[in-house]
């Protein structure tokens, strides 16, 4: 009796153990990252932070980076990141430098590693974001989007990476298949949360615009300058958007057959809309994106079609889309800023045979 009585104890203790242990390691990063907290607030005005609601003017993007450092703690101690990021400055001022060099991006960008990835030094990351960016002969624009995103994303202390999805040869670009592409691969390198599908175009110009997802796929860009800063329509979906890995599989992810300009970004619209979700936006305040002035592409003509397969995407969203994705992954490079996707998606006519 005493002896059944003395193991019933000694089980007791050994559980109340390990449950101490589990909450210990929990505990601890809770407990510095309160330290940290009140280190953060107390010291914001005298480490000479950007305030965000100082509104009248828009600051520098690489105003906040250089108050980024590397505390002595291995990386298992560091608390999580506050719940808003004390590097925000608000409105940022888009203008696009001379003669930028990529090598000057990479100069300004030090903690960004190979492939385009980041992790703050500072504090564990509670969002982990994929930038994928639709891409071919716009190394201008892709040149100007690295200099403003890099930035941008550190001070919204984001575990991220950047993709570039280059569309290869010379047949009729397609957006959203390339975003496909993106999604896939992307998902291959990391558990990303968050993936957020990107024109190389469009610089975002205020850093309240956090990259991360809601409960909704969020349509970004809602305030673009070529469209006044306003929705050119409701159900307006292209630009910038963020889905969630369940999201983009529970709508099936975007249509492989819009080939040439238009017509895909409503397509998406509506298989939000038919998956049974809803479309969640930042404010018009925060949504704010200037688009670099450009012409029509070559080999990205208008989609004379797309009007007909508008009015089809309740008949065939079930059917194309990442279940129906084919293409030939012809590189990956893992550059200093970005890791770049080298790809064959075919044509309208389907892949060609491999030679
Ligand atoms: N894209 C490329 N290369 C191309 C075509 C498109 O990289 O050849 C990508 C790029 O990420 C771009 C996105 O696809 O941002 C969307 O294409 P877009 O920028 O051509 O779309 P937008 O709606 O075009 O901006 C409007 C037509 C521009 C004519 C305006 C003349 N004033
Ligand atoms: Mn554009």
Not at 100 to 110: A, D, F, I, T
Not at 211 to 225: G, Q, V
Not at 306 to 319: E, G, I, S, V
Request: overall charge positive; aromatic content about 12%.
């Amino acid at each position: 009796m005493v002896i059944s009585k003395g193991r019933y104890l000694l089980l007791f203790l050994c559980v109340q153990l390990v449950v101490m242990a589990l909450l210990y390691r929990e505990g601890y990063r809770k407990r510095v990252a309160y330290f940290f907290g009140i280190f953060y607030k107390g010291g914001s005005a005298s480490m000479g932070l950007i305030n965000p609601h100082n509104l009248s003017q828009a600051g520098d993007v690489y105003a906040n980076l250089s108050l980024i450092s590397k505390p002595s703690l291995r990386e298992e101690e560091l608390p999580y990141c506050p719940e808003t990021s004390p590097f925000l400055g608000g409105p940022i001022r888009v203008k696009l430098p001379e003669n930028l060099l990529l090598e000057e991006v990479e100069r300004k960008n030090p903690y960004v590693t190979k492939g385009g990835r980041y992790k703050p030094p500072d504090c564990e990351s509670t969002h982990k974001t994929a930038v994928i960016i639709p891409h071919r002969n716009r190394e201008q624009h892709l040149k100007y989007l690295l200099y403003y995103l890099h930035p941008f994303l550190q001070r919204q202390q984001l575990n991220y990476g950047i993709y570039i999805i280059h569309q290869a040869g010379n047949f009729t670009f397609n957006r959203a298949k390339l975003l496909n592409v993106g999604f896939k691969e992307a998902m291959k390198d990391e558990d990303w949360d968050c993936l957020f599908f990107h024109d190389v175009d469009l610089i975002p110009e205020d850093d309240r615009n956090i990259y991360i997802c809601d409960r909704f796929p969020k349509h970004a860009s809602i305030a673009m300058d070529k469209f006044g800063y306003k929705l050119p329509y409701k159900s307006y979906f292209g630009g910038v958007s963020a889905l969630s890995p369940e999201q983009y599989m529970k709508m099936n992810g975007f249509p492989n057959n819009y080939w040439g300009w238009g017509g895909e970004d409503d397509d998406i619209g509506i298989r939000v809309a038919l998956s049974g979700m809803l479309i969640s936006r930042p404010s018009v305040q925060y949504g704010r994106y200037k688009m670099i002035k450009h012409g029509h592409d070559k080999g990205n003509e208008q989609n004379p079609k797309r009007f007909n397969m508008l009015t089809k995407t309740r008949r065939t969203w079930k059917q194309d889309g990442m279940n129906a994705l084919q293409y030939i992954l012809i590189s990956k490079e893992l550059q200093p800023l970005y890791t770049n996707i080298t790809v064959d998606i075919g044509t309208d006519k389907g892949l060609r045979p491999h030679t």
